[in-house]
């Protein structure tokens, strides 16, 4: 069974910085795309970046692109987020996501092509 745990959301003021850690486990990690997505209360599920696990291919949203970072650790089944600079507008719950499909940069724009899903978790960025 595929699991993704995701973990170290909260709060934290503008201008700081988080890094979120998906942990996952049930499949073959080092072929696999992992991915974060965000919902803001009342707005569609939007994709922030994308990694490949197997060769380290990574794509952002332009809304992430230069302050946020997506890695990989193989060795742990791990994929992190490192979120620089945040804005309060980065306030949601971040999910992680796994698919094998080929990385590519759509997929940030295709929430309904990813197979798998965590349980998500809250980032809150006060002004």
């Known amino acids: 069974e595929v699991q993704l745990v995701e973990s170290g959301g909260g709060l934290v003021q503008a201008g700081g910085s988080l890094r979120l850690s998906c942990a996952a486990s049930g499949f073959t990690f080092d072929d696999y795309s992992i991915g974060w997505f965000r919902q803001a209360p009342g707005k569609e599920r939007e994709g922030v970046s994308c990694?490949?696990?197997?060769?380290?291919?990574?794509y952002y949203a332009d809304s992430a692109q230069g302050r946020f970072t997506i890695s990989t650790d193989n060795a742990k089944n791990t994929v992190y987020l490192q979120m620089n600079s945040l804005k309060p507008e980065d306030t949601a719950v971040y999910y992680c996501?796994?698919?094998?499909?080929?990385?590519?940069?759509?997929?940030?724009?295709?929430?309904?092509?990813?197979?798998?899903w965590g349980q998500g978790t809250q980032v809150t960025v006060s002004s």
């Open positions: 996501t796994a698919d094998r499909t080929p990385t590519r940069a759509y997929l940030l724009r295709r929430p309904t092509m990813w197979d798998h």
């Open positions: 990694i490949s696990t197997s060769d380290g291919s990574t």
